[in-house]
């Protein structure tokens, strides 16, 4: 059920000035209330067009010849667009394109933050385009920006409007359900049974890989008995982890399986059928998946069907013709089967199957939204938001939406966008886009106390030097993935130079639910040197900006409180004593409001410090970067980290020049009073130990590494000496 605002009578009359661009302006020959924006230096042209036009005299058209790079963009935008808060909108306008590459519509929000919508590629005549959004609490004003970011020969806009939707996503009631299970996310009953069934499909097709991990899923559902091998990134890995299973203890004895026949022949008891996908749509696969999990069967093409010797129960060639229609009659027929306290956003057509098994066997809701740059077959973005609007509201907050917003470097919904989008609903995300084999390490079961950090403050903190800056240099983002700890990190720490130099480590720490096997090997591995925090935010990614605006005021506080319950049950089980909290982009304000930070100071029984924000806002000033809540200690970053547009221009990153640049950042950034107390950040995708190491050769001899959890004890002391 939806709830819609009543007009205020003291809402402010909602418009775009100037909306077909007719009236010029005084001076410069540009349109009048529009103004142009050039950044990065790029080569581009924003003008008046007065040959080509949906209605009236002219339009506005970009030429930007400079391919995509962070920050480069070509746009023309209006602010002050005076609007009610917490109240949807709709923004509608015509847009024509040439060549066209990543241009969108950004609306821009007061205090910070954007709905960014990416429009159709290519070649396109003038067609309407709609965004839709909501003003948070504090938002009297928004701007409006067109804009190219990637070389575009042209793309034209017309005739822009704002009007109030008629349908609101603002102050909903939040949809209430006892979580059926302990814990953020379901986990087999039992664990691993012997011997273990063992089967290599990492060279197998796409769609032998995608059909045994929904297989994995049945089978392990109660009792895991089935483990994939997987093509993994880097590959191998699903070999070590098994390897390590054994040699604790986990699982006893193994079987290996030589072909997908007769692992389906071992198997055959518990596998009603086949359900057949149209492979040319992409929501006919996900739907596949979805009702393989819940009719015991599994999602395949009609020819691996016949192959396998698999019966038909379902056939769903020609039954939709958009994606969205997909989900929304499983959605409908079937939502009672379906796991509520816990959501994927999975990419149809992902190479990356892995993540399967556990969604099949938990039943787990899975969807997807596409950019009209994805010219997705199938797809309807408009249509596709509103239902997942609906989904979002008619589930409990305070769960976990696993997969990703985005697959590969362009296609779906930007990441900060989607996190915000789901954060807004009170959904955090913890990042399972290529995690392997759950349905078998969640059901893991370690000993009491194996899961606790090893070292302790009071073993390490140095003396207090009154003229030194204290530098934690911390790894903030990537570990809030469950993934990355299962393959990346364990690149990482593969490094010999590990533990010369006290890092803080971000943990998702739900871990301990999904992977509590691959934890206990990286606490086996830590040194004096390696300390893990909550990150980020706390259970998962989520955005504290806006986390659980969408719901009513009354609904809020209750939704927050148990979110910072379940992080301390959760942090406290592995003697985690810090918690790292994303608060938006670097222009937003933060903390968002003078009780985010007090929430988690107040309701964690023994937290040590906070690190606020992914990278310097702003609004922060070196000196006044610190503080304390009572006696937990505060520390905002205060270095930032080199963007980039597409994840291959990570590599370009050397250790010399990524040392430099951050030496830069950190001088730029100390506070000037002494001693100083100082929070930076490594970028984890590319910070090696051994990067870490050379960061500390470089930085000048008044700073002293060391762990958050020290920089914190040393900060309270310094406070107390200074009363």
Known sequence: MVMSLAWSEHTPETAARNPGFETPAAEGGFAADWQIEIGGGADAEVTLDAALHHSGVRSIRIVNRSPMKANVFASFFQGAIPVSRETTYEVSFFARGRNAKRCFLSVGFERGGDRRLYLAQGDFDWQPFTCAFTTPKECSFVSLRFASDDATDGFWVDDVSIARSARQWANLPEHREKRPFDGVFPRPPDTPGSPLFVYDCAKDSDDVQRLVAVLEGLVNRKRPRLYLINATNPPGYDEDWLAYLHERGYVHGEERVASCAALLE????????????????????????????????????????????????????????RNVDAYRELRERYWDRFNHHVLAWVHPR??????????????????????????????????????????????????????????ADRLGIDEYEGVRWLSEFGKFVPGTEFCSNLTVHSAIRPKAGVLKQRYRTNDATPPLDPGKVYLSVNILDSGDNLWYWQFHQRKIWADPARGSVPTGWCMNVTLQDMLPAVLQWYIEQATPNDVFFAGVSGLGYMNTQVYASRFAQKDRARIWNEYVRLTDRYCRALDIDGVELYNGSWGERTPPDDDT??????????????????????????????????????????????????????????????????????AANTPTQRPAFMSA?????????????????????????????????????????TR
């Open 266 to 321: 071992r198997f055959r008891d518990i596998v009603k059928g086949a359900i057949v996908f149209d492979a040319n749509l992409p929501g006919s696969i996900q739907a596949a998946c979805m009702l393989g999990g819940l009719e015991n069967a599994l999602p395949t093409t009609a020819e691996l069907a016949v192959s396998l010797r698999l019966p038909v129960i379902m056939d769903l060639r020609g039954r939709w013709t």
């Open 681 to 721: 950040m490594a970028i984890s995708w590319y910070y090696y130990p051994s990067w870490l190491n050379d960061l500390a050769s470089r930085l000048p001899e008044e700073y002293i590494l060391v762990r958050p959890d020290i920089l914190a004890r040393l900060y309270r002391q310094a406070r107390k000496t």
């Open 350 to 407: 992902s190479t990356s199957h892995c993540v399967r098994d556990y969604l099949a066997a938990f039943n787990v809701f899975t969807f997807w939204v596409s950019s009209f740059a994805d010219c997705e077959p199938g797809g309807d973005p408009a249509a596709e938001e509103t239902f997942v609007n609906e989904l979002l509201a008619s589930t409990p907050a305070n769960v976990p939406v696993m997969g990703w917003p985005k697959y």
């Open 597 to 666: 930070f007090a929430r988690f100071a107040k309701g964690m029984k023994r937290l040590n410090y906070v690190i606020a924000d992914l990278g310097r806002h702003e609004c922060v000033k070196p000196d006044e970067a610190n503080g304390l809540i009572g006696d937990t200690a505060v520390f905002h970053t205060l270095t930032r980290f080199q963007v980039w547009s597409a994840s291959s221009e990570t590599l370009r990153n050397d250790t010399a020049d990524a040392n430099t640049w951050l030496v830069g950042e950190i």
